[in-house]
């Protein structure tokens, strides 16, 4: 099934028409837009940047039909079409375009035009998708449990390395060994906004941050994203301590060894960093 979203009753008074009246009189019309697009990854995330902003659809839509000075109401309805496929995660439109007021000889309420069009076929370019390393702990509570709410939450995962039990390094004694993995995303959103969705999948498995290095149900940290270098307070990318950890570079080389530093295997201890196989119960 096709996911929609529905704008009715947008209203707009312009000049449209060819008849000699028409041409400098205002008249009203009624916009009705009924936008394809995929919201699943909405649906997991809760966030604006995985949908369309229906407000600034119509309020985009009313403007450019206030601007009109266009003849024919297939004219006018074929720039509202092809200015809402401009949307990132728009897949294709349908619109329809009412005169309230039809100029006719007979008695009519109103008369319109509806065209439903494909982004495909105006080759405009998709959104753009971002390819991202994540890592993935847990070390309390159903750790297997909390790696595969991770993955369903995170979107689209093409990618998933096998599971490494992992005994903890540094932090506070009496910790229990973890469980981790890497997993590959695709995504539309920027390193900020990847970041938030991590902090908020974090915070639905009851992530504490009460000790550094401390026992938590749930870690998701960004490792790479596409190559882009950040050096922020709030964001390192690459993670500054990737290469250092074999619990991360092991899985890591499952599903992108291009991306992990030559030699690392002979560099780093193997110790303590044990493969258990895919994840259970996924």
């Known amino acids: 099934m096709i996911d929609q979203i529905e704008i009715t009753g947008l209203r707009a008074v312009t000049i449209v028409g060819a008849l000699p009246h028409e041409r400098e009189v205002p008249q009203p019309l009624r916009i009705d837009l009924v936008v394809d697009v995929d919201l699943r990854d909405a649906g997991r995330s809760d966030e604006l940047g995985d949908t369309v902003h229906y407000g600034l659809v119509a309020d985009r839509v009313v403007a450019i039909v206030e601007e009109s000075k266009d003849v024919l109401l297939e004219r006018l309805v074929a720039r509202i079409a092809d200015e809402v496929l401009r949307f990132d995660r728009v897949d294709a439109v349908e619109v329809t375009l009412t005169k309230l007021r039809p100029p006719l000889a007979v008695d009519a309420q109103t008369t319109a035009v509806r065209i439903r069009r494909a982004r495909a ?25 909390h790696l595969r709410r991770a993955i369903e939450l995170l979107g689209r995962v093409p990618r998933r ?20 993995m890497v997993v590959e ?4 959103l920027d390193p900020f906004a990847l970041l938030r969705r991590c902090q ?3 915070a639905a498995a009851m992530r504490q941050r009460t000790v550094r290095w401390g026992a938590r149900t749930l870690d998701v940290d960004i490792v790479l994203f596409d190559d882009v270098v950040i050096d922020s ?15 991360v ?9 291009d991306r992990c530093p030559p030699g690392w295997e002979d560099d780093l201890p193997a110790s303590g960093v044990r493969s258990i196989g895919p994840l259970p119960g996924a």
């Open 121 to 145: 076929e105006l080759e405009i370019p998709t959104t753009t998708t971002h390819r991202a390393h994540l890592a993935l702990g847990s070390n309390l509570g159903d750790r297997s449990a």
């Open 161 to 180: 390395s096998q599971v490494y039990e992992t005994d903890p390094v540094g932090g506070p004694d009496g910790q229990g060994p973890y469980l981790n």
């Open 185 to 188: 995303v695709e995504t539309s």
């Open 200 to 202: 908020r999948i974090e």
């Open 233 to 247: 307070e709030e964001l390192t990318i690459p993670h500054p301590r990737f290469a250092e950890r074999r619990f």
């Open 249 to 257: 570079l092991a899985p890591l080389a499952e599903i992108a060894p």
